[in-house]
């Protein structure tokens, strides 16, 4: 695909997440001809309005902008495209990089943690991050305060860090780490997956999480407490089979309560860098490490009466409680094909929600 504008304008139409843009994709072949089948689409799901989709201007607008700020936008399948993240099956159609694309092909390893971390959790972070460097490791974050802004310290010491960030390239988040994400847009890079002007909102947290986790080949999850939004990415990496690290704290401390819970449940026991390169699998650019996605759903493999029958069947099954899209799948008995279908039918029309993880939920009609 060679077509920026097209990619960009069927990215930003209402109602195509990720999961949606890869089903059109694999369905259509082109953004084109996606482009031009969803009213067809839409009208046959149900909806009498076609989904609202920017013009060819308005995404032209877009890349101009990203130019002005010095990003580099990259469309899954580009050959820039990080390897890790393209295995996620809701993998960003397209992210903005401020810096140097190519660290993004380079073996990386995440640490995340507490906004508000102790001073040794922060040294911990600053730390291992060092450490990581120095052993050939980008280390990426999430730019937040207490252990993210830590890690992207200690990274750049002596190597490269990676920012993923909640909101567009020019919404600086929070507004007092502005200097610390230019010293990595000029030492590493920045990655964004909202268009520029989008501030950072609870909604945007999971999607830049899940950009986290699927970086990565592992996750260090140092001071997380119950609830806390490193426990989301700790569940992506297991969901994206990746290794899931955790430094102890102690059992006093609120703020270590999720991340010693995690080494209950087996997360490697982690207090320094042999205990991280102990536990990581062989690197290879361009190699996946997760199981094989589904095939591809082909034109010729779409029959209209099984995918009615699945969409009508899966408004029954779903909730509003996000379910995993491989679990849906073991509990219909439609083909491959009818069931992607009828997911991204439902998602273009709005009747149910395509979340971070590869997890669906069912939208209550207003």
């Given at each position: 695909m060679s077509d920026p504008i097209a990619q960009l304008r069927l990215i930003r139409t209402d109602g195509v997440g990720p999961q949606t843009y890869r089903r059109l994709i694999d369905r259509f072949r082109t953004p084109a001809a996606a482009l031009d089948a969803l009213p067809g689409i839409a009208r046959n799901a149900g909806r009498a309005i076609a989904p609202a989709t920017p013009s060819a201007a308005q995404a032209q607008a877009e890349l101009d902008r990203h130019a002005q700020l010095g990003a580099t936008p990259i469309f899954l399948g580009d050959t820039l495209y990080p390897p890790l993240l393209a295995e996620l099956p809701d993998a960003p159609p397209m992210i903005a990089v401020r810096g140097d694309p190519a660290l993004l092909a380079r073996p990386t390893m995440a640490i995340v943690g507490a906004r508000n971390a102790s001073v040794n959790g922060q040294r911990i972070a600053e730390t291992l991050a060092d450490d990581l460097a120095k052993a050939g490791y980008n280390v990426v974050s999430g730019l937040a305060r207490g252990i993210d802004g830590a890690a992207h310290r200690g990274a750049l010491r002596t190597g490269y860090t990676l920012a993923a960030i909640p909101g567009g390239m020019d919404k600086i988040y929070p507004p007092e780490h502005a200097d610390?994400?230019?010293?990595?847009?000029?030492a590493g890079a920045v990655i964004a997956e909202s268009p520029p002007g989008t501030a950072p909102m609870a909604r945007h947290f999971p999607k830049r999480n899940r950009i986290i986790a699927g970086l990565a080949l592992g996750v260090v999850v140092i001071e997380a407490a119950h609830r806390s939004g490193s426990l989301i990415t700790a569940r992506m990496a297991l969901d994206y089979h990746r290794?899931?690290?955790?430094?102890?704290?102690?059992?006093?401390?609120?703020?270590?309560?999720?991340?010693?819970?995690?080494?209950?449940?087996?997360?490697?026991?982690?207090?320094?860098?042999?205990?991280?390169?102990?536990?990581?699998?062989?690197?290879?650019a361009g190699s996946g490490l997760a199981e094989p996605s589904q095939p591809p759903v082909l034109a010729a493999d779409f029959n209209e009466r099984d995918h009615e029958a699945a969409r009508t069947h899966l408004t029954?099954?779903?909730?509003?409680?996000?379910?995993p899209v491989d679990e849906i799948a073991r509990r219909c008995h439609f083909s491959p094909a009818a069931?992607?279908?009828?997911?991204?039918?439902?998602?273009?029309?709005?009747?149910?929600?395509?979340?971070?993880?590869?997890?669906?939920?069912?939208i209550a009609p207003v």
């Open positions: 610390l994400q230019a010293r990595i847009a000029e290794e899931l690290f955790a430094v102890p704290g102690s059992p006093l401390d609120a703020r270590c309560q999720g991340s010693n819970d995690l080494l209950r449940q087996g997360a490697h026991f982690t207090e320094n860098l042999t205990d991280i390169l102990a536990n990581l699998p062989t690197y290879r029954e099954l779903l909730s509003a409680s996000p379910m069931l992607s279908a009828a997911l991204m039918e439902l998602e273009l029309i709005g009747r149910i929600e395509a979340l971070p993880g590869n997890r669906v939920g069912l």
